[in-house]
């Protein structure tokens, strides 16, 4: 019985290494056949990277690239405490963002584009941090709630 507690205690560490301790951060790149539009207006490509900027702020940055090569970027640094703060570049859909992280796999950002409410967004990341989900929450031109969801994966790095 000894060893097999040994065995687990030595295991220990690289399993603690398998998942970070904070999964949220890095690129992601979107399933975009989870998009509700046909492939025809889809973009060519969709990537999140999710960074510490330090200080209790995070940088979250999107690059959606175009079929035809342009691109839209947009970027913000917030704190995590709910707190709106302006997003840069691309505002076609926002102009301001609060991020809040409730859990270390979850973050919620909540839009707004012109002082009036936008999308909400939450975040969550699998338990072996190669995937995440985004479920997106908003209100329709009929006046009615939905939520969709996307998937997300973790961006493999060229070394």
């Known amino acids: ?21 904070l999964p949220l951060l890095g690129t992601w790149t979107l399933d975009l056949s989870t998009m509700p539009v046909p492939p ?55 102009d301001s963002v609060a991020l809040s992280r409730p859990a270390r796999n979850i973050l919620v950002m909540g839009l707004s ?15 072996d941090a190669r995937t995440m989900t985004e479920s997106a929450a908003n209100v329709g031109d009929d006046g009615k709630p939905f939520i969709r969801s996307f998937r997300w994966k973790r961006a493999v790095s060229r070394r």
Do not use: H, N
């Open 1 to 21: 019985m000894m060893l097999g507690w040994a065995l687990c205690a030595a295991m220990l560490p690289s399993m603690a290494a398998a998942a970070p301790a």
């Open 40 to 94: 025809e207006f889809r973009p060519a490509s969709l990537t999140m990277t999710v960074a510490d900027a330090g200080q209790g702020e995070w940088r979250v940055s999107y690059a959606i690239i175009a079929k035809d090569g342009t691109a839209r970027r947009m970027r913000s640094s917030e704190k995590l405490d709910g707190t709106a703060g302006p997003i840069e570049g691309d505002q076609i859909e926002a």
């Open 113 to 127: 584009k012109a002082g009036r409410p936008g999308s909400v967004r939450v975040y969550t990341v699998s338990s």
